[in-house]
């Protein structure tokens, strides 16, 4: 289904700007309306890894330290070298920014073109970027029964908008399911073919596996108008130091690179970055770990009459039973019992039933459950 309205489409963006809408996470927002500690709410409204930041982390950062009394490497050029060095690309393919969001903003306000098309649901940022920089844009909606991935019907109505730029999550958002190699490439050819850009949101693909991870890699090398992001943030959870990237052709990124901020990744965040990118158990603990809480968290909500759709992130979708309580009911059922979650009626093509819950350790799943199960009990008004 296509949605055509430009203005509706950037006052929706826009209108929720700012507010709890946005974005999950606001765990001090929460602590200070329910006066209860942080460390003491289970915050599930942000997708972060579990396990929590990487050992050592606090000694990599505090060793950091001594160079506060500095600008920060403008060029963030450690950080680049580990990443260019994990990912076997060259250095000249990144570009390091304050988390993914801003690199959002910056392409944004970069891509000056008339006719961009989102594939929804997506991660809110990019509709909101694009209203802010007076973008105009379209939204393709993807069907739940699909599992909000593209299908061919999808891409055939897609190019017949001509698209000047298309712009997508992988995992999808707020779904979390992985969109096929053969469609991805589809795009990519089509998008050679007509010249069309091509911005891919891949800030949850590190919890996929090898052959999802490397797919971007290999797409830059074949078509110079797609960018990536991608941030550390979620898999390593470092949320409040903000860290992301840009990988896309050498050349499309010295276009790109003159727009963003200067120092835009501070000193800690860059330290953190080459210190978590060397954690190779911690990686692979947390996707081992992550899959087996994914299955089991999903079974549990099951038993509580939810529909979680199959996800290859750490977050689960879920459709609540149409004769309870909405999301935003629930959600603020479960936030006075110190579990926050979130209703996803905020992402374009998802309702009011509508549920985002991230993946957590057995442990936090007892908590969420009993939330949860109180939270259903209420009588929708």
Same mark, same amino acid.
């Given at each position: ?38 460390? %003491? ?31 920060? %490497? ?30 959002? #903003?910056?392409?944004? #306000? ?39 991935? *593209? ?17 997508? =999550? ?60 991608? =941030? ?16 896309? %052709?050498?050349?499309?990124? =010295? ?6 901020? *200067? ?23 947390? #996707?081992?770990?992550?899959? #087996? ?76 459950? =009993? ?11």
């Amino acid at each position: 289904m296509i949605d055509n309205d430009l203005e509706k489409n950037q006052e929706r963006a826009l209108a929720v700007f700012g507010g709890d809408a946005v974005h999950g996470g606001d765990i001090w927002g929460w602590s200070r309306h329910l006066h209860m500690p942080v460390d %003491d709410i289970l915050d599930l409204s942000a997708s972060l890894n579990p396990l929590g930041p990487p050992p050592g982390l606090d000694q990599a950062v505090a060793q950091a330290m001594s160079g506060v009394c500095h600008y920060p %490497d403008r060029l963030a050029y450690a950080f680049r070298q580990a990443l260019a060095d994990t990912m076997k690309v060259s250095a000249s393919c990144l570009l390091p920014g304050n988390g993914s969001t801003a690199l959002i #903003r910056m392409i944004a #306000r970069a891509l000056d073109l008339k006719n961009i098309v989102l594939l929804a649901p997506a991660f809110g940022e990019m509709a909101r970027s694009m209203a802010i920089a007076g973008r105009h844009f379209h939204y393709l909606l993807t069907r739940e029964q699909d599992g909000f991935v *593209p299908t061919p019907h999808d891409l055939e109505k897609l190019w017949e908008m001509d698209p000047s730029a298309v712009v997508f =999550s992988n995992p999808t958002t707020p779904a979390g399911t992985l969109i096929p190699r053969e469609i991805l490439d589809h795009i990519i050819q089509q998008a050679i073919r007509h010249r069309t850009w091509v911005v891919v949101d891949e800030a949850f693909i590190d919890f996929a596996d090898e052959d999802a991870r490397s797919w971007a890699c290999e797409a830059i090398k074949k078509h110079k108008r797609l960018l990536v992001l991608r =941030s550390l943030t979620k898999f390593y959870c470092i949320a409040g130091l903000r860290l992301g990237y840009a990988l896309a %052709d050498a050349d499309t990124l =010295s276009d790109f690179a003159p727009l963003g901020q *200067p120092w835009s990744v501070n000193t800690l965040a860059q330290a953190a970055g080459v210190f978590c990118l060397g954690q190779d158990d911690y990686a692979l603990k947390t #996707r081992e770990s992550i899959n #087996r809480w994914r299955e089991q968290q999903a079974t549990s909500l099951r038993e509580l009459g939810l529909n979680p759709m199959p996800s290859a992130a750490n977050y689960l979708l879920c459709r609540l039973p149409g004769d309870g309580p909405t999301a935003a009911q629930v959600a603020a059922s479960t936030a006075q019992q110190g579990v926050l979650v979130r209703p996803a009626a905020s992402f374009v093509g998802c309702g009011e039933h509508h549920l985002r819950v991230a993946v957590t350790t057995s442990q936090e799943q007892e908590r969420l459950m =009993s939330a949860l199960g109180q939270a259903l009990e209420q009588k929708p008004t």
